[in-house]
């Protein structure tokens, strides 16, 4: 079955083709069948992900390695589609396809009405398959290909209701600010491929890190932290986090899968994978473990102060994935990924409840208008409640288990960067329990007449979402130590592997993180259900501070004046030279000649007397030259 | 008998031939005068043609002069013809009137 594995990623994109093709063609096939062809693909893939998995755990701890090789790519450079199955990408290709799935039984329900059923699928599919392209890729060109087709896929999807300019400008900001980050990454790989004596497989690369380390550290340092600087914008940190509380302009499910379980949290991924190489460049790690600090605060700080549902969530994952790096940037991987685990499922719990609110409201988007949502959607707020307090890190929710190690961790690291990530906690816990406060509780400040629970399609999909994220935290443990092998430790970390000698410090840590969480969700409901009135005089006292807030610390703006109008500057400047310059030389030869015909012209009188005593003058110039 | 007549003299003569058909081209209106002030000056080419075949003792420019003579007999046709043809049309050969080719 594990020769299969192949069959994953492509089961997926036979999706994507059939549903694309018969699409194209012109063919309106049943929504039934469409949504068969596409859950069906991706229910299969899911399949094989467990059985491969189930495969794999039945093999001794350190063999668990599988490299199935499906065709020649480009033999020049040794490259073949590869595809690499170890207990971390067999995590990944659970959470990927499981959410995935989910996320597809959702959307059936969510898109119904939708013109372009068969295109939302068809992107999908596409999606799944790139995702799975990426996890699975067994040399760095081919993680890169899944890493551009998610990309291609997530700019598709953002611009899904192209017709809207605003969600055909977020596609292509999405997509350009991503550029930036693939560039790097581009020429991180590139960089690997020559240092390391002509590789781009990750297990060689991996297995020569060391060495090259030895004799050339810098290189080692510029590769990791180029690889890192992809991871940035595919991962929105900071600088390039920009693209994705636009991406929120794209269906609901969309943002559910692509930015917040599974493409954001890519570069999460591919620097776990690659972390026997970053353990090698502290410094690196170091950077990485500050910009997820300061963009876990930084989003966090954001999210207090939005009132577009999405938006909220959309900073809220950022933050998120800032708390996974700080975990990446302290060498605890594993920590990293539990984390990118528990979030994938809470996070698309948080969307996916967002969305069936907002279908609830026929597309509001903003809380001031909603509140008291409770009575009309129970099931809803039972399920968005539970992803609540899993994200808040209420004591025994998955986010409470894969929050308290991530800050653990750190604190063993650098008592400095706990505190950031411990104030961080804190926001998380109090804009999610605004977000809950102003959705859910208190009085109705809706106009729609009775909203009511989505189909059942989409509470399937909330509802197994909700139990994951309760119970997921229970499997730390295991998760762990399935992951050992994989991952390296970092030389800095003070965690010894197995033992765990500090039981005194992560207990305290431990209930501080419990009071973090359950105090920010009191601070929330006393500021937004109990005292309604306090947010806005707060707000109002501190006035500027609040504006800079809302305003998402102007961070666009100040991109928009020290990056875009230079480089419009520029664009004017270039294209006034071509436009004067250029142009000016081309019309500038034709005007020439015309002018100098218009002088000719005089001579031509038509007089025939004229043309003589030009000949005259010409004979005698002629004369004149010869013979003096 | 042979320097009876200096080659500078038939220069002379021949130059003040052509200046006389150079004036009469620039100056008159007739097309027919200024075509026969066209014959003048091709006549006082040929002046000199003949007066340095024999200055010189070489047959080049009698060669010469016949060439001249054959194609001012060929021009004389040619042009004779188109002045007969506008003189036709117009009921005068005065070249100033005829300016309607040019730009």
């Given at each position: 079955m594990v020769s299969m594995l192949w069959l994953i990623p492509v089961l997926p994109l036979l999706g994507f083709v059939v549903l694309g093709a018969l699409g194209l063609a012109g063919l309106r096939l049943p929504r039934a069948l469409?949504?068969?062809?596409?859950?069906?693909?991706?229910?299969?893939?899911f399949a094989l992900s467990v059985s491969c998995v189930a495969t794999l755990a039945g093999m001794p701890e350190h063999h668990r390695q599988i490299v199935v090789t499906a065709a020649d790519w480009i033999p020049p450079l040794g490259l073949s589609w590869s595809f690499l199955l170890d207990p971390l990408s067999s995590v990944m290709i659970l959470v990927v396809t499981g959410v995935g799935l989910l996320i597809h039984i959702y959307s059936i329900g969510y898109m119904w009405e939708d013109e372009g059923y068969w295109r939302y699928f068809a992107y999908l599919n596409l999606f799944m398959a790139m995702m799975l392209t990426l996890v699975l890729g067994a040399s760095l060109p081919l993680l890169f290909v899944g890493w551009e087709g998610v990309g291609l896929c997530s700019y598709l999807l953002i611009g899904f209701y192209y017709t809207k300019t605003d969600c055909a400008d977020a596609g292509r900001k999405a997509f350009i600010v991503n550029r930036i980050g693939d560039a790097l990454f581009v020429?991180?790989?590139?960089?690997?491929?020559?240092?390391?004596?002509?590789?781009?497989?990750?297990?060689?690369i991996l297995q020569r890190g060391p060495d090259v380390a030895a004799t050339s550290p810098g290189v080692v340092l510029a590769i990791t932290l180029l690889l890192f600087g992809g991871?940035?914008?595919?991962?929105?940190?900071?600088?390039?986090?920009?693209?994705?509380?636009?991406?929120?302009?794209?269906?609901?499910?969309?943002?559910?899968?692509?930015?917040?379980?599974?493409?954001?949290?890519?570069?999460?991924?591919m620097v776990c994978r690659m972390s026997p190489l970053y353990v090698l460049a502290p410094a690196t790690l170091a950077t990485i473990a500050a910009i997820g600090a300061l963009t876990a605060l930084m989003a966090a700080l954001i999210a207090m102060a939005q009132d577009d549902i999405k938006k909220v969530l959309a900073y809220s994952t950022i933050s998120q994935l800032g708390y996974m790096f700080l975990a990446a940037g302290v060498g605890a991987f594993g920590s990293a990924i539990f984390h990118l685990t528990t979030h994938a499922f809470f996070k698309a719990?948080?969307?996916?409840?967002?969305?069936?609110?907002?279908?609830?409201?026929?597309?509001e988007q903003d809380m001031q208008k909603m509140g008291g949502l409770r009575r009309h959607l129970p099931k809803t707020f039972?399920?968005?409640?539970?992803?609540?307090?899993?994200?808040?890190?209420?004591?025994?929710?998955?986010?409470?288990?894969?929050?308290?190690?991530?800050?653990?961790?750190?604190?063993l690291s650098s008592p400095g960067l706990w505190a950031a990530g411990f104030v961080g906690a804190i926001m998380t816990a109090i804009y999610m329990t605004r977000l809950m406060s102003l959705t859910f509780l208190g009085p109705s400040r809706t106009h729609h007449e009775r909203p009511h629970d989505a189909p059942p399609t989409m509470m399937i999909a909330l509802g197994t979402l909700a139990v994951l994220s309760l119970t997921a935290g229970f499997g730390?443990?295991?998760?762990?130590?399935?992951?050992?092998?994989?991952?390296?430790?970092?030389?800095?970390?003070?965690?010894?592997?197995?033992?765990?000698?500090?039981?005194?410090?992560?207990?305290?840590?431990?209930?501080?993180?419990?009071?973090?969480?359950?105090?920010?969700?009191?601070?929330?409901?006393?500021?937004?259900?109990?005292?309604?009135?306090?947010?806005?005089?707060?707000a109002s006292r501190l006035s500027g501070l609040y504006r800079a807030v809302k305003g998402k610390l102007y961070v666009d703006e100040f991109y928009d004046a020290v990056i875009l109008q230079p480089f419009y500057a520029l664009c004017r400047f270039l294209s006034g030279l071509d436009l004067k310059a250029v142009d000016g030389l081309v019309n500038g030869t034709g005007a020439a000649l015309e002018t100098s015909g218009h002088v000719l012209k005089l001579f031509h009188s038509g007089f025939v007397r004229n043309y003589a005593l030009l000949?005259?003058?010409?004979?005698?110039?002629?004369?004149?030259?010869?013979v003096l | 008998?042979?320097?009876?007549?200096?080659?500078?003299?038939?220069?002379?003569?021949?130059?003040?031939?052509?200046?006389?058909?150079?004036?009469?081209?620039?100056?008159?209106?007739?097309?027919?005068?200024?075509?026969?002030?066209?014959?003048?000056?091709?006549?006082?080419?040929?002046?000199?043609?003949?007066?340095?075949?024999?200055?010189?003792?070489?047959?080049?420019?009698?060669?010469?002069?016949?060439?001249?003579?054959?194609?001012?007999?060929?021009?004389?046709?040619?042009g004779l013809a188109i002045i007969i043809a506008i003189f036709r049309r117009r009921r005068s050969t005065d070249v100033d009137l005829m300016s309607a080719l040019k730009w």
């Open positions: 469409v949504s068969s062809v596409a859950c069906g693909s991706v229910a299969l893939a020429t991180g790989m590139l960089l690997a491929y020559v240092t390391f004596g002509n590789a781009f497989g990750i297990i060689e991871a940035c914008g595919k991962s929105a940190q900071l600088p390039l986090y920009v693209w994705l509380p636009d991406a929120m302009a794209g269906p609901t499910p969309v943002s559910a899968l692509i930015h917040a379980a599974t493409m954001v949290t890519a570069g999460v991924y719990l948080l969307f996916l409840g967002s969305g069936a609110v907002i279908h609830a409201l026929h597309g039972l399920a968005f409640a539970a992803g609540w307090i899993a994200i808040a890190g209420v004591p025994l929710t998955s986010g409470f288990f894969s929050k308290d190690e991530i800050l653990y961790k750190v604190f730390a443990g295991p998760l762990e130590r399935w992951l050992e092998p994989v991952l390296a430790a970092s030389p800095d970390t003070v965690v010894p592997r197995g033992a765990e000698p500090h039981e005194g410090p992560e207990m305290l840590l431990m209930i501080l993180s419990s009071l973090a969480a359950l105090g920010g969700i009191g601070l929330g409901y006393y500021l937004w259900v109990t005292r309604p009135g306090l947010p806005d005089r707060i000949y005259l003058v010409g004979a005698a110039a002629i004369v004149w030259y010869l | 008998m042979a320097d009876a007549v200096p080659f500078g003299s038939i220069v002379l003569v021949s130059a003040v031939l052509f200046v006389m058909g150079i004036l009469g081209v620039m100056i008159r209106r007739s097309a027919l005068v200024i075509f026969m002030s066209i014959e003048l000056m091709l006549n006082a080419a040929n002046l000199v043609f003949v007066g340095a075949a024999r200055s010189t003792g070489s047959m080049d420019g009698q060669m010469f002069a016949f060439f001249v003579m054959a194609v001012a007999a060929a021009e004389a046709a040619v």
